[in-house]
């Protein structure tokens, strides 16, 4: 089984872990420290690469939130998240130029094979995300979980 973990925070769901060697997972996170930490693990089947995926390839700002795990590629409307009881978790901190790229370019960067399954979870970036993987979606179509 072959699969993307776009936004690999923490690193794999334990439940992908099961699968043992048979998996085969390269992970996306932006945060390269973060991607440092979990390939400290040293697990052979499972890849962490510090690589924003986007929409389009090229330029991108990321949001750094007090919460890093609230970190992303859209601003947090504090507006709406004023309301909520964790509204401090999403206030800005800072922000990054980075380079982003899509799925298929990151696929033939680093030479992944076709997914199996892709997994996606980017704090409210999604869409941008499939819009980029379209051309493979529609080719291959793998599993896609979004969270």
């Known amino acids: 089984m072959v699969m993307a973990d776009i936004g690999a925070r923490f690193g ?3 439940r992908w872990t099961e699968l043992g060697e048979s998996l085969r997972a390269w992970c996306f996170e932006a945060d390269k420290q973060e991607c440092e ?12 690469i510090p690589q924003a995926i986007a929409g389009h390839t090229g330029k991108a700002t990321l949001y750094h939130t007090r919460y890093p795990e609230s970190t992303g590629l859209y ?7 004023n309301r909520l009881l964790n509204r401090d978790n999403a206030e800005l901190v800072n922000t990054e130029e980075i380079n982003v790229v899509t799925l298929e370019d990151a696929m033939k960067t680093h030479g992944i094979p076709e997914n199996d399954f892709i997994k996606i979870d980017v704090e409210g970036f999604e869409a941008a995300v499939l819009e980029g993987a ?3 979606l529609e080719k291959h179509r793998p599993i896609v979980q979004l969270e």
């Open 12 to 14: 794999i769901d334990p």
């Open 37 to 48: 930490r979990l390939n400290a693990f040293g697990l052979k089947h499972v890849t962490f």
């Open 75 to 81: 601003q947090t409307n504090q507006r709406f998240f």
């Open 134 to 136: 379209y051309p493979l």
